[in-house]
């Protein structure tokens, strides 16, 4: 896969982790357009804090991105953001830009003081090695626990002209919807400005990563960037709605890879929930069963426990009546008006046993809807969390 016009990339090991690549460049020689939307958390890593801070400087203009893994530089005070901060005087040296144009990322464990000049380093070899083809790099260099890398792209026509998009993201563990250890990096070559990029990303997010949830925690580093190089010479007034739809395609597309590819993870639960008094009640019964260790359990085994999904619902917070609640599993009716359904216990299993389970709980209510991605959890969910830092 080549990066749309406008954008070049590259990933290289640094030697922060011992054998794996582990830095990653984006460069938009002419600057891009950007725009991102950070974790919530409140200890934010010092590339958070740095790269809010650069983007509201520049008016939202990238020339550069910066992405370690192995190291989340989160919580380490005065001195993660000193590192923090030489790293980025270095990526301005070897791109030759402002050092307000470099945007800086990273990802790994929390505690740790990155270890910036192995970075510093290393970055004139990633400049050397930056191509338009480098999208695979880049996906390998930033990745932790996952897999495997995660990219996805889609094409549109804005204003008369072919455009691309392109996204590549990382995430396997701490993903929970609040984004505000999830990164994702999104480049197109169509003409945006930031306050558009702002407003489209933010939409795109809430249908995507904010819909998606793994083991209930919020990273201290989870970060969206979109930007936009210009390249495709489309007008600067031209209707945004085919880029719109894109963007949301592509970050679809990267959160399904990012719960798919959830630590320890065989399955993928699509919980769709309708029939709500409102769409917080709806998120709130949502959540409540994408982040139950026991439905996350039971999913992992294939098991078709309704009850324990019956359960989670009622300590969501949501209201409802549960004589108008009603469950099902594919096309497995399992509840029906808050009592069991008449169903084959082995249909049920065998909805279970796929690798996408959709259930659909109806609360019969009123029109609020909302619908979260989640995945299983099992015994190497524990395995690659225990020994994380060894």
């Known amino acids: 896969m080549k990066l749309p016009k406008g954008f070049l990339a590259s990933g290289i090991r640094a030697g922060i982790r011992k054998k794996r690549p582990d830095l990653g460049l984006i460069v938009a020689p002419n600057g891009a357009n950007a725009a991102a939307v950070f974790t ?53 040296e070897v791109v030759a830009c402002r050092e307000e144009e470099v945007f800086l990322a990273s990802t790994g464990v929390i505690g740790v003081v990155l270890p ?54 990382k995430g396997a563990g701490m993903i929970h919807p609040n984004m505000a250890t999830m990164l994702a990096f999104v480049m197109t070559d169509a003409a945006i400005s930031t306050t558009d990029l702002q407003r489209a990303l933010k939409n795109a997010v809430d249908e995507s990563f904010n819909t998606i949830s793994v083991d209930g925690d919020t990273s201290t580093n989870d970060t969206v960037l ?10 600067s007034d031209a209707d945004l709605g085919s880029f719109a739809v894109a963007l949301a395609k592509v970050c679809r597309d990267l959160a399904w890879m990012i719960v798919r590819d959830g630590e320890g993870a065989t399955r993928v639960m699509e919980v769709e929930v309708i029939g709500a008094k409102t769409d917080r009640d709806a998120k709130l019964a949502a959540h409540a069963i994408a982040t139950s260790p026991l439905v996350k ?12 999904i019956l359960a989670a619902v ?13 469950l099902s599993a594919g096309n497995i009716t399992l509840v029906t ?23 659909r709980l109806s609360l019969g209510s009123g029109n609020g809807r909302a ?20």
């Open 40 to 92: 919530q958390n409140l200890f934010q890593a010092a590339p958070v804090v740095l790269s809010k801070a650069s983007l509201k400087k520049t008016g939202g203009r990238v020339r550069a991105v910066v992405v370690n893994a192995g190291c989340a530089n989160a919580v380490t005070g005065r001195e993660g953001l000193e590192a923090a901060k030489r790293v980025r005087t270095r990526a301005a």
């Open 116 to 169: 910036d000049g192995k970075i510093r380093e290393a970055l004139p070899a990633s400049v050397t090695r930056l191509s338009i083809g480098g999208v695979e790099a880049l996906s390998h260099a930033i990745l932790t626990t996952d897999v495997g890398p995660k990219v996805t792209q889609a094409s549109f026509v804005i204003g008369g002209k072919r455009a691309r998009i392109v996204g590549v993201a």
């Open 226 to 235: 979109v930007m936009a190089s210009g390249a495709a010479g489309n007008a």
């Open 297 to 308: 359990t039971a999913l992992h085994g294939g098991d078709p426990n309704w009850g324990r």
């Open 314 to 326: 009622g300590r969501s917070g949501a209201r409802f009546s549960i004589k108008r609640v009603s």
């Open 337 to 359: 008006n808050g009592a069991p359904a008449s169903y084959r216990e082995k249909d049920a299993a065998r909805v279970f046993a796929r690798e996408r389970v959709p259930l």
């Open 371 to 390: 619908v979260v991605l989640s995945s299983d959890m099992g015994h190497d969910y524990i395995s690659i969390n225990t020994d994380y830092r060894s």
